[in-house]
């Protein structure tokens, strides 16, 4: 299956935080997306393994997924390393994406850069014709996606360009509420146990705050803001909005 998008992200969740509206919205209008999360988050203080990937299995229901794949790296302890790369280059040449969502280029947890840059690594040597690769025992073509964009994280970017996700704001959070036992809700199981840094309300009301304030600099209610590694480029001045 070719997608035009692949959302490519260290832990399951992070994609719904950091770019589920924008996600919804290119489904909307037709376009196939797909998230491969790199490990199961089974380092986390709440759930496990098994229910995380039970929670992102609901949560690409909601966003509209054409596929969601998870690769089981080691939480924490994955690398970018040459065995890590070829096994990313795999997944990217089998869907074959114009455009690569991934992690922030820095962020409070270190996983979320080192996704980032393994991402960015991955998607440059898919495209050498001499890296050989295999799935499902056929033979691999190169690829390389056109773009690459990282999403925005707890810590503050300032991004380079910001998607209006108004629309589709509440289908986000409802996609971000799959995880039941990671954040907090009127009914979440997330009101028990010890609470971390993101079980907690007042970290549902900074995930509110950011879109307003993303949305707020563009003019619109909300927004999701990305970081671009390459120069960006349009063919016509009137599909820039103010």
Request: proline share 3%.
């Amino acid at each position: 299956m070719k997608l035009d998008m692949l959302v490519l992200m260290a832990h399951p969740d992070d994609a719904e935080l950091g770019c589920a509206g924008t996600i919804i919205s290119h489904v909307k209008k037709g376009f196939k997306v797909g998230v491969v999360d790199f490990t199961q988050g089974e380092l986390g203080t709440r759930g496990d393994a098994e229910t995380r990937m039970k929670e992102a299995e609901a949560a690409a229901k909601i966003m509209g997924l054409s596929v969601r794949k998870n690769m089981k790296f080691r939480d924490g302890f994955f690398l970018n390393d040459e065995q890590h790369q070829y096994e990313v280059i795999k997944v990217i040449r089998r869907f074959q994406p114009e455009i690569i969502l991934a992690n922030a280029i820095q962020d409070r947890h270190p996983d979320h850069a080192k996704g980032a840059e393994l991402t960015v690594k991955a998607s440059f040597l898919s495209g050498l014709k001499k890296i050989e690769t295999t799935w499902e025992g056929k033979q691999q073509g190169a690829w390389r996606p056109t773009k690459i964009y990282h999403i925005i994280q707890s810590r503050f970017i300032e991004p380079d360009f910001s998607v209006d996700v108004s629309d589709f704001w509440e289908e986000k959070m409802q996609s971000i509420f799959a995880y039941k036992t990671q954040f907090h809700t009127a009914d979440a199981a997330s009101t028990e146990g010890e609470q971390t840094f993101i079980s907690t309300p007042d970290f549902m009301k900074f995930i509110e705050g950011r879109g307003r304030e993303l949305g707020k600099n563009i003019g619109v209610e909300y927004a999701e803001g990305f970081t671009k590694g390459q120069p960006l480029g349009v063919s016509n001045l009137f599909e820039l909005v103010q």
